[in-house]
């Protein structure tokens, strides 16, 4: 299959740069898969596992949440707010934060502000969860 | 002579304990630098990246939709100014200051001043100050950043400022840090390409549509530019800081020889005076 050159930077760094057959991943749009040749396009990433085929045909998962998404003349970037490749998450951790973030949102005395926090930890948690091995 | 000897002690042990203490800033600030360098360096290409991307956008759009890719009405311009919390940092925050002053001759600006140091300046000089809550550039983390990122939409879309800035530190290299001022809002202040490359560009498509794309993109942009921005003005602030260090015990050693040199020779000049006045105390009958 027709491969191209993708680029995966998130707050942390390059996370990979290289050829790749085809990316699947949630943006705030719905699982979106990008394949070579696709015509210019941006939108924003919502929270998902994001499965990367490379150019000889191995798959990779990774926890994808935020940023944005766009190819450019045939140039894709993802430039996610946080990305875990899936053998990087810490699923203990993970764990840990789901159940902190269950308590805290049991207090109905919570601030509107505190809850839309303690909702993105649970989302994030949930989603490293369902992304790991 | 014996009063100036003493006096040349003094001076010499006050320089010591100022030695002291300018040495170990250094080595802080050395130990310290190697972390935030490569906190710098891990962001450098996410700021490279993103900006490339939104100038490609910003170039290739012909979409007006969204507020933040047109120019504002408005002539007021809104400066992020992100400097250091402590001082003895050699010229970081003044040369700082010396270029946002020359950047912002003859404009209606407003300030958003992240570090101290920049809070006291502006403050000193009543230039008007859009909130001071992230005064301490230290205590800025990830969260906040997106915290900054949404009142500074929210200010936009308000249609409070034309055009928002944001003024920082690069970090070139150990020895060599720039002040440097990025626009951040309209998109459309990013363009760099000219007419004719405006036309070659084809569509972009955006999905669902451009409005709800710029509406959750541009709070993570920001969120994600000021991150990294912070992460290199403090690699940038250690630097100087180690470099202006380093200078100043230079100094401090270079003084004490000077010092010590003078004071032996004051020390052997009393002696002398000491055995010819008593060899003088002899020789009378």
């Known amino acids: 299959m027709a491969t191209y050159h993708l680029e995966v930077v998130s707050i942390d760094g390059l996370e990979y740069e290289g050829e790749v057959e085809k990316v699947l991943l949630r943006t705030i749009d719905g699982d979106v898969e990008i394949l070579a040749r696709h015509t210019n396009y941006c939108t924003g990433i919502g929270m998902g596992t994001a499965h990367v085929t490379f150019a000889d045909g191995t798959e990779r998962k990774a926890a994808c949440i935020g940023g944005m998404l766009s190819v450019m003349e045939g140039e894709v970037r993802i430039l996610p707010t946080n990305w875990l490749w899936s053998d990087e998450i810490d699923v203990e951790r993970a764990r840990s934060a789901k159940a902190r973030a269950e308590e805290a949102l049991k207090d109905a005395r919570l601030t509107k502000e505190a809850r839309v926090r303690a909702e993105a930890k649970l989302y994030r948690a949930l989603v490293r969860i369902g992304s790991a091995d | ?285």
């Open chain 2, 1 to 285: 002579m014996a009063a100036n000897m003493k006096a040349v002690k003094l001076r010499i042990k006050s320089v010591q304990s100022t030695m002291q203490i300018t040495k170990a800033m250094q080595l802080v600030a050395a130990s310290k630098l190697r972390k935030a360098k490569e906190k710098a360096d891990n962001s450098k290409p996410y700021l490279g990246t993103l900006l490339d991307t939104l100038h490609d956008i910003a170039d290739g759009n012909h979409d007006f939709q969204s507020p933040y890719t047109k120019a504002g009405k408005n002539d007021k311009w809104l400066y992020v100014v992100i400097a250091g919390d402590r001082g003895l940092a050699g010229g970081y925050n003044s040369n700082l200051f010396k270029f946002m002053e020359s950047e912002t001759k003859g404009r209606d600006i407003e300030v958003f001043p992240i570090g101290k140091k920049s809070v006291e300046y502006f403050k000193h000089r009543n230039v008007p100050i859009f909130t001071e809550e992230f005064a301490e550039v230290a205590k800025v983390t990830i969260s906040e950043c997106f915290s900054v990122a949404k009142l500074l939409c929210e200010a936009y879309k308000e249609g409070k400022f034309g055009h928002i800035f944001l003024c920082y530190t690069d970090f070139v290299s150990m020895m060599s840090q720039v002040p440097k001022a990025s626009p951040i809002l309209p998109l459309s202040d990013l363009a760099v390409g000219d007419g004719a490359a405006k036309k070659n560009k084809s569509l972009i498509l955006y999905e669902p549509d451009s409005e709800t794309v710029f509406n959750t993109v541009v709070p993570e942009y920001l969120a994600g530019v000021l991150y990294t921005s912070i992460n290199i003005s403090v690699a940038s602030e250690l630097a100087a800081r180690r470099t202006a260090m380093e200078a100043a015990t230079d100094n401090a050693e270079e003084m004490i020889e000077t010092l010590s040199l003078y004071y032996n020779r004051a020390r052997q000049a009393s002696i002398t005076q000491e055995i010819t006045e008593i060899v003088a105390g002899a020789e009378e009958p």
